[in-house]
C-alpha cells in the first residue's frame, strides 16, 4: 500500500473517531474528548518505530516548539487589551460566522486550556473591527500591524503543526481568511477557507447526523 495513501487513511480513521466520540460521547469514559484515545494510538505507533527514532522526534519536537517561542507565536496581549479584541470578535466576527460555541471558549481562557493557535485567529479578526484606540493601546503602529502580527503567529503555530485539535485547526484556518495581503498573496483567504473546508469534509462535517441523533 501507498505510504502517502496508508497515512491520509488514519488521519481520517481518527478525524472520524474524534466527530463520533463528540456526537454519541466516549464509551469507555464520561467525557467527549478524544484526546486519550488520539494520545494512546499515537504511543502506539512510536512504539514501532524504536527508542533512536523517538528520541529524534523528541528532539524536533522540543526544537519546534523553542523557535515559535522565539518567533513570538506564544506571546499575549494584555489582559485589557486581549478583553477588548474578545469583545470585538464576539460582537462583530462572531455574530456573522458563529464557527465556535463562545461559552466553551472562554472556559479554555480561564483555566488556561486554550489553543494558542484558535486564540491568535480571534485575535486576527478583531483587528478588523476594533476601535483605533485599542490597536494604539496595545503598542502597534498601525492596524495592518497588528493584523500581520496576529496572522504570522497563528501561521507559525500551523506550519509547525502545533495544533493537534482537528476542530480547532479547523475554526482557526476558517479565521485566518481575515489575512490579505494583496493581489500576489499566494496564501489569500480562499487558501485559508480551502483548508478548512477540505479538513471538514476529511472528517465527515458536511454529512447530515445520523439518524436517531439531533
Known amino acids: 500500500m501507498d505510504i502517502s495513501h496508508s497515512k491520509s487513511h488514519v488521519f ?12 454519541f460521547g466516549n ?13 494512546h494510538l499515537h504511543g502506539a505507533m ?13 528532539r524536533l519536537h522540543i526544537s519546534a516548539k523553542e523557535s515559535l517561542k522565539s518567533q513570538g507565536a506564544f506571546d499575549l496581549p494584555s489582559q485589557d487589551t486581549s478583553q477588548a479584541l474578545l469583545d470585538a470578535y464576539f460582537y ?5 460566522l ?17 489553543s494558542h493557535l484558535l486564540l491568535n485567529t480571534i485575535y486576527l479578526a478583531a483587528t478588523i473591527y476594533c476601535s483605533d484606540s485599542v490597536i494604539a493601546d496595545a503598542g502597534f503602529v498601525s492596524r ?5 502580527t496576529f496572522y504570522q503567529r497563528a501561521k507559525s503555530l500551523y506550519d509547525a503543526g502545533y495544533e493537534t485539535d482537528s476542530i480547532v485547526t479547523i475554526q482557526a484556518t476558517f479565521l485566518m481568511c481575515y489575512w490579505w495581503n494583496g493581489l500576489l ?6 487558501y485559508w477557507i480551502g483548508i ?6 476529511a472528517l465527515g462535517l458536511h454529512q447530515g447526523a445520523l439518524k436517531g441523533t439531533n
Open 46 to 58: 512510536l512504539a514501532q518505530l524504536g527508542r533512536p527514532t523517538t528520541q529524534e522526534i523528541e
Open 196 to 201: 478548512s473546508v477540505g479538513m471538514a469534509q
Open 98 to 114: 458563529p464557527i465556535l460555541d463562545r461559552s466553551r471558549f472562554l472556559v479554555t481562557l480561564e483555566e488556561g486550556t486554550f
Open 92 to 96: 462583530f466576527s462572531l455574530a456573522a
Open 12 to 23: 481520517q480513521l481518527l478525524g472520524q473517531v474524534e466527530k463520533r466520540l463528540q456526537q
Open 185 to 190: 498573496e499566494h496564501k489569500d483567504p480562499w
Open 144 to 148: 495592518y500591524a497588528a493584523s500581520l
Open 27 to 39: 464509551p469507555f469514559g464520561s467525557t467527549t474528548d478524544a484526546g486519550p484515545i488520539q494520545d
